[in-house]
């Protein structure tokens, strides 16, 4: 009863609508520039018609179902993959609910209040907590992979109303209620394993070298029934005084030289401007890549223009209790760039992680 009460304050009303379509949530596919073979390889991925499908097994492996004669899972917009958002939404809560769109074109979750659903919600959260409790010891990686991502999903879904809290809970989990604590700790530990075994992605799409791309320019999500727009900057406070703000993935507060860590950037820049200044060294990267985590071992913070508060290297930088910004978007490290290129090769920035706030000092 305590799970239907959250669910039931978290939801407000709305008709169920046309299909919304939310960008893809692996931010290194984003990263790739696709091609007909793997656009083709990624919709096999999804198939909802396929039993073999490794999305099918991992709806099987949780005791969800596929949906039958819906759309597919997978959308195209300027070759960058989207995700049926709405038939997920169904899936991973049996049906429960269902998303509309709002009067300003954002959507909205409505609670079905039936007996049925309410049981088939229920059930599906045993599932999951079985799953996290005694994985399979044979597993496809690429299924488990899928199976995480479900299982995340059911785990935020936990949190009811309080879902838009998780990022400044899981920057720093002192701040979340006590009865939150389990589901914040589940969380982390399943964006953890993911992160582990992230590479499967690249090992199925032959993915190499890094994709310069304003990923977000692209939209969140659209709907059927609307032509996408381009996405808005994040909230920049007070962007021509140097002073950004982004989100919180894990907290802290510092005072150090920044550097670039752009495409091509010599490792050895890093240590020469540490030991000349002798002072904590604030990483600034474009992306949360994957591979930025390389350079983690040298800075004392790092900042993120562009990425997911769950991305693989946000994950990284949480597990290492490194203060973490990202989301400050492409006006922050356009900004800080030029500054660093006149500055010979750096600047003083000054990091509240745990507010998500970036400074020029």
């Not at 099987?60 to 960058?80: D, F, R, S, V, Y």
């Not at 909205?108 to 409790?133: D, E, H, N, S």
């Amino acid at each position: 009863m305590k799970l239907l009460r959250l669910a039931v304050s978290a939801l407000c009303g709305g008709n169920e609508m046309a299909a919304l379509w939310m960008k893809f949530p692996d931010e290194v596919l984003l990263s790739h520039e696709f091609t007909a073979k793997t656009r083709e390889a990624l919709e096999e991925v999804f198939s909802n018609s396929s039993p073999d499908s490794a999305w099918r097994q991992a709806l099987t492996l949780l005791g969800m179902q596929a949906p039958q004669g819906e759309k597919p899972m997978i959308a195209w917009h300027k070759n960058k993959p989207y995700f049926n958002w709405s038939s997920y939404t169904s899936i991973i809560s049996e049906g429960s609910i269902t998303l509309g769109k709002s009067e300003g074109g954002t959507y909205t979750q409505a609670f079905r209040y039936r007996f049925k659903c309410i049981f088939g919600l229920l059930k599906i959260q045993w599932k999951v907590a079985r799953f996290m409790a005694h994985p399979p010891k044979e597993i496809d990686r690429l299924v488990e992979s899928i199976a995480l991502g479900l299982a995340l999903q059911v785990m935020i879904i936990r949190l009811g109303s309080d879902q838009h809290k998780m990022a400044d809970w899981l920057a720093s989990s002192d701040k979340a209620p006590e009865k939150y604590h389990g589901i914040i700790k589940q969380i982390q530990a399943i964006q953890v394993r993911r992160t582990e075994i992230s590479d499967v992605w690249y090992e199925r799409f032959a993915l190499s070298g890094v994709l310069e791309e304003n990923i977000e320019a692209l939209p969140e999500y659209f709907w059927d029934d609307e032509k996408p727009q381009s996405a808005l900057e994040p909230e920049v406070f007070d962007q021509n005084a140097g002073k950004w703000k982004g989100k919180s993935v894990c907290a802290g507060f510092i005072t150090g030289v920044a550097i670039v860590a752009d495409k091509g950037f010599d490792l050895k820049q890093i240590k020469a401007i540490k030991e000349e200044k002798n002072a904590p060294l604030v990483l600034v990267f474009r992306s949360a890549r994957p591979e930025t985590t390389e350079l983690f071992e040298y800075a004392s913070a790092v900042l993120f223009s562009n990425g997911g508060i769950l991305s693989h290297a946000c994950t990284v930088a949480r597990e290492m209790g490194i203060p973490c910004v990202t989301a400050l978007g492409a006006g922050f490290f356009k900004v800080v760039k030029e500054v660093v290129e006149k500055e010979q090769g750096y600047c003083w920035l000054q990091v509240d992680a745990g507010e998500a706030t970036v400074e020029r000092f």
